[in-house]
């Protein structure tokens, strides 16, 4: 039933930390996600320093997923967007063929705030890695709610329990935030080829073994994986179907380590940046000579 177990790697990023789950040498992903961070919980003072911004950076082949249980994150791109980003809501970016943007804690900096959340990347496929980037934000009816007997449980992408959320994404994918009431049993669908199960937070039981916070269970194709709590939990529910072999390197994600090279050859000699895009430094390559960027996003 668990193909595999994905302990978390937790690395400091000056001010708060993130936990690494995707990519692992284990798992490189898990259908079409990439990328799994698990960011805070932090409590941020008021009047943070910029420092702990995550300044302008580039993509390339892939959407990326901010989604928050806490606080409030703003968003600027180079497409023109500025949005913040708020518990419950989804802001999903697509990089396609090039695209800038930065993150920044500015409701923290003016009167503190508490971060907790997850930022995911999906690798697109590949007729659609070089489409136009783009960028949309979805709250409400947008992301559907299912609630029973005190369980609620939002589909945040894709489809699945029969309730599909507005974000178009660009394979069969799902992505799932389950809030499980104490003592609550449910079972996840065997529909997609692979899934996963990320525990935020509370207990989880699989196959007659109980779970802690801060796994990734891997489960096998083919059966449906059922699941309960004693205390409650914190779920977030993945998967899809895989995309084929990805290289990531840095903030690039592609089938072709040639368009990787490209990419960067293009973020160093200025043809991704855009000046005016948040009045902030951008992040280097990591081999340029200055400080190491942030791993974030």
Same mark, same amino acid.
């Given at each position: 039933?668990?193909?595999?177990?994905?302990?978390?790697?937790?690395?400091?990023? =000056? /001010?708060?930390?993130?936990?690494?789950?995707?990519?692992?040498?284990?798992?490189?992903?898990?259908?079409?996600?990439?990328?799994?961070?698990?960011?805070?919980?932090?409590?941020?003072?008021?009047?943070?320093?910029?420092?702990?911004?995550?300044? #302008?950076?580039?993509?390339?082949?892939?959407?990326? $997923?901010?989604?928050?249980?806490?606080?409030?994150?703003?968003?600027?791109?180079?497409? /023109?967007?500025?949005?913040?980003?708020?518990? =419950?809501?989804?802001?999903?970016?697509?990089?396609?063929?090039?695209?800038?943007?930065?993150?920044?804690?500015?409701?923290?900096?003016?009167? /503190?705030?508490?971060?907790?959340?997850?930022?995911?990347?999906?690798?697109? #496929?590949?007729?659609?890695?070089?489409?136009?980037?783009?960028?949309?934000?979805?709250?409400?009816?947008?992301?559907? !709610?299912?609630?029973?007997?005190?369980?609620?449980?939002? !589909?945040?992408? =894709?489809?699945?329990?029969?309730?599909?959320?507005? $974000?178009?994404?660009?394979? #069969?994918?799902?992505?799932?935030?389950?809030?499980?009431?104490?003592?609550?049993?449910?079972?996840?669908?065997?529909?997609?080829?692979?899934?996963?199960?990320?525990?935020?937070? =509370?207990?989880?039981?699989?196959?007659?073994?109980?779970?802690?916070?801060?796994?990734?269970?891997?489960?096998?194709?083919?059966?449906?994986? #059922?699941?309960?709590?004693?205390?409650?939990?914190?779920?977030?529910?993945?998967?899809?179907?895989?995309?084929?072999?990805?290289?990531?390197?840095?903030?690039?994600?592609?089938?072709?380590?040639?368009?990787?090279?490209?990419?960067?050859?293009?973020?160093?000699?200025?043809?991704?940046?855009?000046?005016?895009?948040?009045?902030?430094?951008?992040?280097?390559?990591?081999?340029?000579?200055?400080?190491?960027?942030?791993?974030?996003?």
């Amino acid at each position: 039933m668990i193909e595999t177990i994905i302990e978390q790697r937790r690395r400091d990023l =000056g /001010g708060f930390e993130v936990a690494r789950v995707l990519p692992q040498p284990r798992r490189r992903m898990v259908g079409p996600f990439v990328f799994f961070d698990a960011m805070g919980p932090v409590d941020f003072p008021a009047g943070i320093p910029r420092t702990v911004d995550v300044r #302008p950076h580039p993509h390339i082949g892939l959407a990326t $997923v901010t989604y928050l249980f806490d606080g409030e994150i703003m968003h600027r791109d180079s497409v /023109g967007s500025e949005q913040p980003i708020r518990p =419950g809501e989804v802001n999903w970016m697509i990089a396609g063929r090039g695209i800038t943007h930065s993150e920044r804690f500015e409701l923290a900096r003016r009167q /503190g705030d508490r971060l907790h959340g997850i930022q995911a990347w999906v690798a697109l #496929p590949n007729e659609r890695e070089e489409i136009e980037p783009s960028f949309s934000h979805h709250s409400g009816t947008d992301l559907p !709610v299912i609630e029973d007997a005190g369980s609620k449980v939002r !589909v945040i992408a =894709g489809e699945l329990f029969d309730q599909r959320s507005a $974000v178009v994404a660009h394979s #069969p994918l799902f992505y799932v935030h389950a809030e499980l009431a104490p003592g609550s049993r449910f079972e996840l669908p065997s529909r997609y080829t692979e899934r996963a199960a990320y525990l935020v937070s =509370g207990d989880l039981e699989v196959a007659a073994r109980r779970h802690e916070p801060g796994r990734m269970l891997v489960f096998e194709p083919g059966a449906p994986v #059922p699941m309960r709590t004693e205390a409650g939990a914190v779920v977030m529910l993945l998967g899809g179907e895989p995309v084929g072999e990805r290289y990531v390197e840095w903030n690039f994600v592609s089938s072709s380590r040639e368009r990787i090279a490209q990419a960067k050859a293009d973020w160093r000699a200025g043809r991704m940046k855009l000046p005016d895009l948040d009045s902030g430094e951008f992040i280097p390559l990591p081999e340029d000579p200055a400080p190491p960027p942030n791993p974030m996003s």
